[in-house]
């Protein structure tokens, strides 16, 4: 909402304003591994105070920025920090809470995320209509204060040893080739083919360094476990959705004179009804386990997708609505089964970049979701969602049928967490 007067007063073409959020998204998803990682070998409390001081100065860096090149090197610095935050707080809550608590606190993890989420539209509006862009920009800075008072709280201690920098610098290259190929819809040709050359130089180099280093950058141990990468992938469709509705909705309500704060306000309701199923969340997720948690939540995503198509294709307001609360639920509930179903699969000592894999490909789906809602000119609104609703189903199904058939087993709680309906 504050890319239009942010445009005019730092002096840039507003088309050019997709660099003011891809900057970002860049790097949080490429930088979530490395978080991950050096999360695995030293602990949290390190890089989680790193990635909260990096973000913090890029949102001031950001504030003061005097042209557009400027601003894009904030952004690029924000998005360093941000991605640890995903990565290094739900290796935290391992470290923090016992097997038995962690559906609680995964779902109220998650809840936050997605009040946060919804609320930040409203309120970036409102900061950007009584103080200007550069309140909205430096909200992020808040962060430190809440690090402060739970900082000495955690954990330092981890597995120790030296950081494969070579290993690491491959997963980075291959991160941001996958980023650029994926953001390649709203970037143009050039983005595509930076992401492709990225892609075919680092996946390989990525492979030789796992043969030659099982127990380097990424342990072969974490990839290999079927229930991260499966999981991972059906989570960045049920991701996919969410920003496709957040996306197309929002195209919607404006297209039919909607202002930018009442659209916000009729996003947030869903989000608020997401917060409070936190308990109902973590009930489903120990009762249900994180597969087949994630399949209900994808089946929740197509719900929500066909009453959006329905909405547009009739323009019935009300049903957009219905559609977002639905969404938002899905997001309460599959972000933290994704998270429970990862930290139970692998061992403590390699949490940190299995959940940084899961989250690179978790945060990616948001721009699937977006490309395929940005081809509503061609099919319409109701036809791109209507393609998203098909991954959905198509992604529950499978989930489905690999808890029924085992493969959705948790390998790593400890004797007596392992429940049956995890099968």
Not at 119 to 140: D, H, I
Request: aromatic share 6%; proline share 7%; glycine share 12%.
């Amino acid at each position: 909402m504050a890319l239009p007067e942010l445009a005019a007063d730092v002096g840039f073409d507003p088309d050019r304003g997709v660099w003011v959020l891809t900057a970002y998204a860049l790097t949080l998803a490429v930088t979530t591994a490395l978080y991950g990682r050096v999360a695995d070998r030293s602990g949290v409390r390190g890089p989680l105070t790193l990635g909260v001081a990096l973000l913090s100065l890029g949102a001031l860096l950001a504030v003061l920025a005097p042209s557009f090149e400027l601003l894009i090197a904030a952004r690029l610095l924000q998005g360093c920090g941000a991605g640890a935050a995903p990565v290094v707080t739900l290796a935290a809550l391992r470290a923090v809470y016992p097997p038995q608590a962690m559906p609680r606190a995964l779902a109220t993890w998650a809840a936050s995320g997605v009040v946060f989420t919804a609320a930040g539209p409203v309120l970036g509006g409102l900061a950007t209509q009584l103080f200007g862009w550069r309140a909205a920009v430096l909200v992020p800075a808040l962060a430190a204060l809440a690090l402060a008072p739970i900082r000495q709280r955690l954990p330092t201690g981890g597995s120790g040893g030296r950081l494969d920098y070579l290993g690491a610098l491959w997963v980075v290259a291959a991160a941001a080739g996958l980023v650029l190929l994926v953001q390649s819809a709203s970037l143009g040709p050039a983005a595509t083919g930076a992401g492709v050359a990225l892609l075919a130089l680092a996946l390989p180099l990525v492979a030789r360094q796992i043969r030659r280093r099982p127990d380097g950058f990424v342990p072969r141990a974490a990839i290999r476990e079927p229930v991260v990468l499966r999981n991972s992938i059906a989570g960045s469709v049920i991701h996919g959705s969410w920003y496709g509705l957040i996306v197309t909705i929002p195209t919607f309500l404006a297209a039919r004179g909607w202002d930018p704060i009442p659209i916000g306000l009729a996003m947030l309701p869903g989000a608020l009804l997401g917060a409070f199923c936190g308990r109902i969340v973590a009930y489903a997720i120990d009762r249900l386990g994180g597969t087949r948690s994630m399949s209900a939540s994808a089946l929740l995503c197509f719900g929500a997708l066909t009453l959006a198509a329905i909405g547009c294709a009739t323009g019935a307001v009300p049903l957009l609505v219905v559609a977002m609360a639905v969404v938002y639920l899905a997001m309460t509930l599959g972000q933290p089964a994704l998270g429970a179903s990862v930290v139970a699969a692998v061992p403590a000592a390699t949490t940190g970049i299995a959940i940084g894999v899961s989250t690179l490909l978790f945060l990616n789906g948001g721009g699937i979701g977006s490309a395929i809602a940005g081809l509503a000119p061609v099919l319409g609104p109701a036809g791109a969602l209507g393609l998203l609703a098909g991954l959905c189903l198509a992604s529950s199904v499978f989930l489905a049928q690999a808890a029924r058939t085992g493969q959705g087993l948790t390998k790593h709680q400890p004797p007596g967490q392992v429940r049956p309906s995890d099968c």
